[in-house]
């Protein structure tokens, strides 16, 4: 079956997926996703259960969400960490790992398959984000995905990932878009999405300097675990305080049941939020 796509992808297995939501996503639905890598239960949901199963517990965690807010159409998300931070440097120093093609191309299979965008998330360690960004960008011609940029992985300092918080500036922010406003242009896309993570002060540097696209949806995610009333903090101070565009909200099955009394917050709580978080991703 051929795609109706303007442009090939120049990989004809990726040609060979279909899958062509059309137009902006937000503000008319809510993106819901499930996080992780394929090769790690330890890493998020995505990866936890075996494919159908995984699938099946998304679209019924939907339906909370879909009652909690009827007039909001949800559209379902796979986010797959595609660029993963590691504590060894690797061959080139980068401290990051890249999924193979083969890893790739099954998260965007299932994507296509159950009509779910696909979030592609770079932890780039000490890579330079331009070529971690151009290592995705012939998954990116494909409507139906999108990009995630995770400041903790940003070592700026030189710091091994997982030792210390890393850090974006608004310059990094806005390459990003930028790389993805070129694709959207050239490729004739509709808007790609672009999740930021964020759940302290110093993971984003000079908010205000981040440059708006009309190619481009910026959701700021606040990703932080914990007690609901620790998240609710994060969000007010971090998110609702430093606006940039678009809201995003992160749950998480394991974690935010770590410390003793804590839960998982239900979707009245997070959607009772100041803004209504437009992005929700579980891991």
Not at 205 to 230: E, F, R, S
Request: zero cysteines; charged letters at 25%; proline letters at 8%.
């Amino acid at each position: 079956m051929a795609s109706n796509r303007a442009v090939s992808t120049g990989d004809s297995t990726l040609d060979s997926l279909t899958y062509a939501p059309e137009g902006a996503i937000l503000p008319q639905k809510r993106i819901f996703a499930y996080y992780g890598n394929p090769h790690s239960k330890k890493m998020g949901i995505l990866g936890k259960y075996p494919k159908e199963e995984m699938l099946d517990r998304l679209d019924r965690e939907i339906k909370n969400w879909e009652k909690a807010d009827p007039a909001t159409p949800i559209q379902p998300a796979l986010h797959l960490v595609a660029i993963s931070a590691q504590g060894a440097p690797g061959k080139d120093g980068g401290y990051r790992m890249r999924m193979s093609d083969k890893t790739i191309k099954k998260v965007l299979k299932w994507g296509n398959e159950h009509k779910a965008i696909v979030f592609l998330d770079i932890q780039r360690g000490h890579a330079p984000l331009g070529p971690e960004m151009e290592f995705l960008g012939k998954y990116l011609k494909l409507p139906f995905v999108h990009l995630g940029i995770d400041p903790e992985f940003s070592m700026v300092t030189g710091a091994k990932p997982g030792t210390k918080i890393g850090s974006y500036d608004a310059a990094d922010v806005n390459q990003a878009v930028q790389f993805l406003s070129r694709m959207v242009k050239e490729y004739k896309l509709p808007p790609k999405v672009l999740v930021v993570h964020r759940f302290t002060q110093g993971m984003i540097k000079n908010y205000k300097n981040i440059k708006l696209d009309p190619n481009v949806q910026i959701v700021m995610d606040m990703d932080g675990w914990g007690p609901p009333v620790l998240k609710k903090d994060s969000y007010h101070d971090y998110i609702q305080k430093e606006p940039v565009q678009y809201t995003g909200f992160k749950l998480f099955y394991d974690n935010d049941f770590r410390k003793q009394g804590s839960r998982i917050m239900t979707p009245e709580e997070v959607l009772a939020l100041t803004p209504k978080p437009m992005y929700i991703q579980y891991q």
